[in-house]
């Protein structure tokens, strides 16, 4: 009886509700998907369609999905690999040479990077992808990408590296180990959380970019994920069903992204912070 009195039945009910409240639109655009453009409109619009159908998925599938997906992936993989490798060496850069002034500068600048919206830059970031003749291609969003998911990674891993004990390193130099096989043979076996964390979450950012395709393509051809929504609601007009269908094929690589890491993911942000 005591310990059920000590419980936090506020904080539990209010967790519940927000569960809900989160939980809602997601029901909303899964049975949606199932119904027919009719049925949406004379039926209750929570409730599970009399007669599901996957006409809606057909209609996406049919009409560039696989496309839009694979520009997505290309994109999402073209950025998260040299980002987070760049990241990963810079940050153990900074952390073994801490009293290196330029080192230091260096963190600074990436720092700086974190108070730099996309926003405020995308008219530079568009100017300079034209001057280099890249304008409606992949790599005009895989490049800003990069140099936008480098601040943050470099955050999180130099506080993972910053964990190490300098007793391992200090070891390895003993051993007779250079500084690059102490990088690949110490750091990046003890940071793979560290890691896993930075790779899902840029993952995720890039996967759900907006403005970088907006601006730097124009042909359907290298549309991604997110912008191809945008464009299925002038295409399907008010077929409310096929849209979210979209939705529901769109997000189903971002809930196993985050099914497989959340682990990682949450004790990556809060490690290195508790000091």
């Known amino acids: ?16 509700l927000w569960l809900l409240v989160v939980m809602l639109p997601i029901y909303w655009v899964v049975i949606t998907s199932f119904k027919t453009q009719a049925n949406y409109f004379i039926t209750n619009t929570f409730a599970p369609p009399a007669s599901p159908t996957l006409d809606n998925y057909r209609t996406v599938i049919e009409n560039g999905f696989v496309q839009y997906f694979l520009n997505s992936v290309i994109v999402t993989a073209g950025a998260v690999i040299p980002a987070v490798a760049v990241a990963f060496m810079a940050s153990y850069a900074i952390v073994r040479g801490a009293g290196n002034r330029w080192l230091r500068s260096i963190n600074s600048l990436f720092l700086l990077g974190l108070a730099i919206p996309l926003q405020a830059v995308v008219i ?86 907006f403005i970088l395709p907006l601006v ?15 464009t299925y609601q002038g295409e399907f007009g008010i077929n409310t069903p096929a849209i979210a269908a979209s939705v529901t094929l769109t997000t189903v690589p971002i809930l196993i992204a985050y099914a497989v890491g959340r682990r990682q993911l949450l004790s990556g942000l809060t490690a290195g912070f508790s000091r």
């Open 216 to 230: 730097l393509t124009q042909s359907p051809q290298q549309r991604t994920m997110p912008l191809a929504l945008w």
């Open 124 to 209: 530079p970031v568009y100017l300079i992808i034209i001057r280099m003749q890249m304008y409606d291609t992949l790599a005009a969003i895989i490049l800003p990408s990069i140099a936008f998911a480098i601040p943050l990674s470099v955050l999180v891993l130099a506080n993972f590296i910053r964990d190490v004990p300098r007793e391992l390193f200090e070891s390895m130099r003993v051993d007779g180990a250079s500084e690059w096989g102490t990088l690949w043979r110490l750091a990046f076996p003890l940071t793979r959380p560290a890691l896993v964390t930075v790779v899902i979450y840029n993952a995720l950012s890039i996967w759900n970019g």
């Open 1 to 16: 009886m005591h310990r059920i009195l000590r419980l936090n039945w506020f904080g539990g009910t209010l967790g519940w």
